[in-house]
């Protein structure tokens, strides 16, 4: 158990456009999902922290106008890159965790969003 | 203070040989180290994980070891294998704020067969 899907795999598009990254946890319920950017032999950065029916919390330094995420249903979190750029290519990771109070995050297989 | 400091950035290991990588940490509300393993193009895969109240845990082939005075915990891998070319991730996570993690900076390491 614990499987969380992450669709589109990769997606290109066009300077300006924006992008819809959908995060889902196939087999259990996840209060809290994080949206993280990880860009090419680094570390992982967190965007936002996720909770089921209340807005995201951003992390210093992004742009929640930008970064649109909501969070509608236990099983489900999405990503809107708005306006995107070619800056915004980078990989994005959803990871949801199980239950409130606990520690452990199970990530999805990530995004590839490249803009041109 | 909410760093978590990996090394070292990049490891090769003989096929049989035990990889060590190491991690270090400041804050002392961090309650919870995390190991991920993340193969190219893929998610992070949480690999093993452990609480300050025990000093080494092991799971299979991988063990970590926790200092809780020194702030320091690490990740053996006994019997290294070509299909361990990974990066590995430590990461620490607190017990307040919503349980968020920081990750380390992250290991490649490479196996040679």
């Known amino acids: 158990g614990a499987v969380v899907s992450q669709h589109p795999s990769w997606v290109i598009c066009k300077s300006g456009t924006s992008v819809k990254i959908e995060c889902r946890s196939l087999?259990?319920?996840?209060?809290?999902m994080f949206w993280y950017r990880q860009f090419p032999k680094q570390s992982l950065m967190l965007m936002a922290t996720?909770?089921?029916?209340?807005?995201?919390?951003?992390e210093q330094g992004v742009e929640k106008d930008k970064f649109l995420i909501n969070h509608a249903s236990l099983t489900l979190s999405t990503l809107t890159v708005t306006s995107a750029h070619p800056e915004d290519s980078s990989f994005y990771i959803c990871?949801?965790?199980?239950?409130?109070?606990?520690?452990?995050?199970?990530f999805g297989p990530g995004t590839r969003l490249t803009v041109t | 203070q909410q760093q978590v400091k990996q090394s070292p950035q990049s490891l090769i290991v003989q096929k049989g040989g035990i990889s060590i990588i190491n991690c270090a940490y400041e804050?002392?509300?961090?309650?919870?180290f995390p190991w991920y393993q993340q193969f190219p193009g893929k998610g992070p895969a949480l690999l093993i994980a452990?609480?300050?109240?025990?000093s080494e845990k092991k799971e299979g082939r991988f063990t970590i070891s926790f200092n809780k005075s020194a702030k320091q915990f690490s990740l053996h891998i006994m019997d290294s294998q070509p299909g361990d070319s990974a990066t590995y991730f430590c990461?620490?996570?607190?017990?307040?704020?919503?349980?968020?993690?920081?990750f380390g900076a992250g290991t490649r390491l490479f196996v040679k067969a």
């Open positions: 990871s949801a965790q199980r239950g409130q109070g606990t520690y452990e995050q199970y």
């Open positions: 087999d259990f319920q996840a209060t809290t």
């Open positions: 996720s909770n089921e029916g209340s807005k995201a919390t951003y």
């Open positions: 804050n002392t509300a961090f309650d919870y």
């Open positions: 452990i609480r300050p109240d025990v």
């Open positions: 990461a620490a996570s607190p017990d307040t704020g919503g349980f968020k993690t920081i």
